[in-house]
């Protein structure tokens, strides 16, 4: 039983470390000995955790070459879902970010250390470079959710910690979608400038103000109805 705990916590560390953009699709994973090394678990553990992570098309395993970042968007396009269904799920998903992160990201602002900080910048800086250079591309799509999901870390709250897939899985569905793409992409470059310069500031209220915003501009280009 304790063997078993164990792969579903180390499952879940590589979760987390793909949501947070540590790994992006396509990333090829250390190897066994290196990555077991990194986690401080037996490397039979290690195989379970990616056998799950495998199950889940997070990952994919390459006979003879290692193991990989599923592209987690080309998964969800290949299902088949009508536009119509996506349209609606995607409306849930951005209702349920709207009552998280403003809040979370006023956490952040207060608690963050300086040192987070900089990585959020850092982070941020990155999507902004993904929006001039590959604004539709899967690297667009990695950096904005580390971008995000860093911001909710940074609120040192445990439960909304695990909210970060559902960052995540926003952001790949508004691109599979594929509507005002390109507008999305302006607005998203202003609202991070913003959202970076208050966090700088530590000016928490402007800040939750800022992701408010963005989330807004979001369903206003995806042409979602919050009202139905």
């Known amino acids: 039983m304790k063997k078993e705990n164990l ?3 180390t499952a879940q560390t590589l979760r987390s470390w793909i949501d947070e953009g540590r790994y992006k699709p396509g990333d090829k994973l250390p190897n066994e000995n ?43 396009a ?25 809040e979370a990201a006023a956490l952040a602002c207060r608690r963050a250390t300086d040192e987070e900080i900089q990585e959020i910048l850092r982070l941020g800086n990155e999507v902004q470079r ?19 999901s860093a911001i909710i870390k940074a609120s040192h709250n445990e439960f909304l910690s695990q909210f970060m897939p559902i960052i995540t899985e926003t952001i790949e569905k508004t691109f599979a979608l594929k509507i005002n793409l390109e507008i999305i992409a302006e607005d ?11 966090l700088k500031q530590r000016d928490a209220e402007a800040l939750k103000s800022a992701v408010t915003i963005h989330l807004h501009h979001a369903v206003w280009n995806e042409n979602l109805n919050f009202h139905e």
């Open 7 to 9: 792969s579903q916590r």
């Open 34 to 76: 290196e990555l077991s090394d990194q986690l401080g678990i037996s490397r039979t553990t290690l195989r379970e955790a990616i056998r799950e992570l495998v199950s889940e098309q997070r990952l994919e395993a390459r006979r003879g070459s290692g193991t990989y970042v599923a592209d987690q968007l080309d998964t969800k």
């Open 78 to 102: 290949k299902t088949s879902i009508p536009t119509a269904d996506m349209k609606v799920t995607l409306r849930d998903l951005y209702e349920t970010r709207m009552i998280f992160e403003p």
């Open 130 to 148: 993904w929006i001039i250079d590959e604004p539709a591309g899967n690297h667009r799509i990695a950096s904005e959710s580390a971008f995000h």
């Open 188 to 198: 998203a470059y202003k609202d991070h400038i913003m959202i970076m310069e208050f």
